[in-house]
């Protein structure tokens, strides 16, 4: 079993997970991908088809990383944009949804992003695994970065 550690975070990389309904089955197929590659899922539900609220379980997986019970983090839903404006609601969390490599590197590199949201009806399974590849493959760059970084912070405490 290969082992994934990403530089900063702990052995193996600890990730929180949740959906909504519409995410669910996306989130089924991601937690077999995860354990494949050997890292540690927490799964904040939904646990069915069943209609939920998405920002319920977008706050679970939030308060994981806040709370340093999880290094990243992983949010699904029909398009991936309710969980990440509810997600950006909590303090230090960096939450995106995003829909192709570039992007998601690119924000893991000069945003720290740190909770990848996917809309489970924008990005299909394959895709979805990608983006997840790159989330978790790419480093925060630092440098230049972290002032800007520090000026969201300040924004966010106002």
């Known amino acids: ?72 983090g992983i949010l699904i839903c029909g398009t991936g944009i309710g969980m990440a404006m509810t997600a950006n609601k909590l303090s230090g969390i ?5 829909t192709d490599v570039f992007s998601t590197e690119m924000t893991r590199r000069h945003n720290d992003l740190n909770i990848l949201c996917l809309g489970a009806r924008v990005v299909g399974p394959g895709l979805a695994e990608r983006l997840v590849d790159a989330f978790l493959d790419t480093n925060f760059e630092a440098g230049r970065h972290v002032e800007r970084l520090k000026k969201m912070t300040e924004i966010e405490s106002k």
């Not at 927490?42 to 709370?67: M, N, R, T, W």
């Not at 960096?94 to 995003?98: F, H, I, P, V």
Request: hydrophobic residues 40%; neutral net charge.
């Open 94 to 98: 960096r939450a995106a949804s995003l």
């Open 1 to 72: 079993m290969d082992f994934f550690c990403l530089r900063g975070y702990g052995w193996p990389m600890k990730i929180a997970i949740g959906c909504d309904h519409a995410g669910y089955l996306l989130k089924l197929d991601l937690l077999g991908y995860l354990k494949k590659r050997g890292i540690e899922v927490f799964d904040h539900g939904c646990s069915s088809l069943d209609s939920v609220d998405y920002p319920d379980y977008a706050v679970l997986v939030g308060k994981a990383i806040q709370e340093k019970k999880a290094d990243l």
